[in-house]
């Protein structure tokens, strides 16, 4: 058979069973494209599947976005779990989505990718389990909380240095209670480590480097992410946004400053929003001790950026994770400084046979924008084989400067993922209707190529 022509029948492929590969996986399959999913581990899930070495979560992890705004577009989370369901029951949903769209009999697990490069005339070599197999193109679903990032601080520590990645629980992998314990990062993970650890530590400190705004999961009985899209829905503009949502959080909970901490150096929204219930109420119960940032290491010693100095056990580092995609040359990804330069994080600018699905950080849920970055990929994939037209029309749009960001987010490592949610999903679901058109009128849709809709107005006045 001629190459080109194998090209049409070869599967593509997706590397990784976590909540981006799976819904990959499902929507390449949904319009036509024959797919198989390798996963490295012997369990789907990803980041939810905990114990796996892959995990990340510990043993109290419940999601920080809601339930509505969580889910997959069309295989909604069980209301009857609440609005934020631990990870027994986030990985149960996923397995569930996998067996509801035939998944399973089409993902590799126990198999690694350990390289993949371009295969003369087309497509892509994947290296794993041994052996090498050519596919038509590559959706990179592996996720990017992988590698972790330590603090660079000057010193050795001579007790017990964790990341986050490792923690999972008082006890594992190093016990907790009655040790003096410092935790490190001021995102949702540092948060919610440094409330456990003031349950059973003898003496829990919480450095950050800066100032930073907390919300809780529910403002006035409802999931806060719920109100703040109410807002969004109407078109309210950014600032009544903000002078709303800070009202109501400070009715809720109260702002930094009103528990003696300090106060942000930048506007609510413009980090990454650090969702918490209880970190309030350990500080006043003086259980937790606010600091500032680390200077320097010591032996047991640690010295921060005040100048005072106090002995630790263990300290647990929660500064978030490098992006890494170790089995292919960044320079396929159009890589600069560490990050790969997508169309929206997620299409390369010239290739139809590549894309990455879950390489966002959103404000929000992320698996209902995975799903719809994966409908793109999936119609990219099929307009690249049968509607030249509108592959070219992806093309231009990908050509096109990039919108002006609908928030400005503070310069940080931790930023250069971030999307506003509801910018992105609106831009998700016009690509999406824009090639579904032109694949109608080349007559290659497939019958079940129909954008689902996105949650309906309605369903956030819950």
């Not at 581990?41 to 980041?47: A, D, F, M, Y």
């Not at 807002?231 to 503009?237: N, R, Y």
């Not at 630790?312 to 890589?335: K, N, W």
């Not at 169309?343 to 799903?371: C, E, K, N, Y």
């Amino acid at each position: 058979m001629p190459d080109d022509a194998a090209a049409t029948t070869r599967p593509w492929c997706v590397v990784g069973a976590g909540p981006s590969g799976l819904t990959a996986l499902k929507n390449l399959r949904a319009v036509g494209i024959a797919a198989e999913c390798l996963e490295r581990e012997r369990v789907i899930g990803g980041n939810w599947a905990f114990g796996s070495p892959s995990s990340a979560v510990i043993e109290s992890t419940r999601l920080i976005s809601s339930r509505t705004l969580t889910q997959f577009i069309d295989h909604p989370l069980p209301r009857e779990w609440g609005d934020y369901p631990d990870h027994r029951r986030c990985r149960a949903y996923l397995e569930g989505y996998a067996r509801r769209f035939g998944l399973l009999p089409h993902i590799r697990l126990g198999t690694a990718v350990e390289w993949i490069e371009p295969a003369a005339g087309g497509g892509w070599n994947v290296h794993a389990g041994g052996r090498a197999t050519r596919y038509a193109g590559i959706v990179i679903a592996n996720g990017h909380n992988r590698d972790p990032r330590y603090p660079v601080i000057p010193g050795r520590f001579a007790g017990r240095l964790l990341h986050a990645c490792a923690y999972k629980s008082p006890t594992a992998p190093e016990p907790i209670a009655g040790r003096r314990v410092l935790v490190i990062g001021g995102g949702n993970s540092g948060c919610d480590i440094a409330v456990e650890c003031s349950r059973h530590a003898l003496r829990t400190v919480h450095a950050t480097r800066r100032g930073f705004y907390v919300v809780p999961r529910r403002i006035l009985g409802r999931p806060a992410d719920l109100r703040n899209e109410r807002l969004l829905a109407i078109g309210a503009p950014l600032w009544l946004r903000r002078l709303v949502s800070l009202q109501a959080i400070d009715r809720c909970i109260g702002l930094p400053w009103r528990h003696g901490l300090r106060r942000p150096d930048h506007r609510l929204w413009e980090t990454h929003p650090t969702i918490n219930d209880h970190l309030y109420e350990r500080i006043a119960a003086g259980a937790l001790v606010p600091a500032g940032d680390v200077a320097s290491f010591a032996d047991e010693l640690v010295e921060f950026a005040d100048g005072h100095r106090e002995p630790f056990d263990v300290v647990i580092c929660a500064t978030g994770y490098r992006t890494t995609i170790p089995f292919i040359d960044p320079v396929h990804l159009e890589t600069s400084d560490g990050v790969p330069r997508l169309f929206m994080h997620m299409l390369h600018p010239r290739r139809d046979d590549i894309a990455v699905v879950g390489l966002i950080q959103p404000d929000s849920g992320q698996w209902g924008l995975t799903d719809l970055q994966a409908r793109v990929v999936a119609r990219m994939a099929l307009a690249a084989r049968a509607a030249p037209r509108a592959a070219a029309w992806l093309h231009g749009q990908r050509q096109r400067p990039e919108p002006a960001p609908a928030i400005h987010y503070v310069a940080s490592p931790r930023h250069r993922l971030e999307v506003e949610h509801h910018a992105y999903r609106r831009r998700l679901e016009r690509l999406c209707a824009g090639l579904d058109r032109r694949l109608r009128r080349a007559g290659a849709a497939h019958p079940r190529l129909d954008l689902t809709a996105a949650p309906r107005r309605a369903d956030y006045r819950r």
